[in-house]
């Protein structure tokens, strides 16, 4: 049974950090590209970071590039996301997606993806 299961949401406040952790069951981390997105209310939903099963490379959003990092362990089968320098606009609820095809997370298409966590950054 395949199961993503994210942990690490909670409330901070602007400028503070917190780390997203998905842990996957049901497959290894290279057989999917793994990632991020994040709904807030009345907004679309936002891919704000992946990595590229195909060649391991990873794509940030505009909006985070520079502050958020993901990263994985293969030993743990994780993903990662460590938001630094948080804003009250990335509140929002974090996703951690998975996709086969790689063309297919930016399509915002997903194969699997968790429960979500809620991210809340105060001002």
């Known amino acids: 049974e395949v199961q993503l299961v994210e942990s690490g949401g909670g409330l901070v406040q602007a400028g503070g950090s917190l780390r997203l952790s998905c842990a996957v069951s049901g497959f290894t981390l290279d057989d999917y590209t793994l990632g991020w997105v994040r709904q807030a209310p009345g907004k679309e939903r936002e891919g704000v970071s992946c990595?590229?099963?195909?060649?391991?490379?990873?794509y940030y959003a505009d909006s985070v590039k520079g502050r958020f990092t993901m990263s994985s362990d293969n030993v743990k089968n994780t993903v990662y996301l460590q938001m630094n320098s948080l804003k009250p606009e990335d509140t929002a609820v974090y996703y951690c997606?998975?996709?086969?095809?790689?063309?297919?997370?930016?399509?915002?298409?997903?194969?699997?993806r968790g429960q979500g966590t809620q991210v809340t950054v105060s001002s």
């Open positions: 990595i590229n099963k195909s060649d391991g490379s990873t």
């Open positions: 997606t998975a996709s086969w095809a790689v063309s297919a997370w930016y399509e915002d298409e997903y194969d699997y």
